[in-house]
């Protein structure tokens, strides 16, 4: 098992940015895939950004060349740099983790909204 626990989600104003923490319970190097996700209200959670299985880093369309995702191994923690942020960008995001290919896991959630 592992708990996520995130931090950083706030209020701002369009064109801010806002920097989101994940921090795992366990070395993210036993953890396959860890990233963020985001839902509206009325909506489907997203994808927004991820550190894949592979290696790979993928981001969502619409946070590309906006966001980045990095982490600090030694932390166990994974962060989103959110830069001109849009009103669509408001959302809950949550923070996400597969652990042994199969297990999946989520953060409580941190709300991020922008204003106009």
């Known amino acids: 098992q592992v708990q996520l626990v995130e931090s950083g989600g706030g209020l701002v104003e369009a064109g801010g940015s806002l920097t989101l923490s994940c921090t795992a319970s366990r070395s993210i190097f036993s953890i396959n895939a860890m990233g963020w996700y985001r839902q509206a209200p009325g909506k489907q959670r997203e994808l927004v950004a991820i550190?894949?299985?592979?290696?790979?880093?993928n981001y969502a369309d619409p946070v590309k060349g906006r966001f980045a995702i990095f982490r600090d191994n030694a932390e166990n923690t994974v962060y989103l740099q959110m830069n001109s942020l849009k009103p669509e960008d408001t959302a809950a995001y949550y923070c996400?983790?597969?652990?042994?290919?199969?297990?999946?896991?989520w953060g409580q959630g941190t709300q991020v909204t922008v204003s106009s």
């Open positions: 550190f894949t299985s592979a290696g790979r880093t």
């Open positions: 996400y983790a597969r652990v042994a290919l199969v297990e999946d896991y």
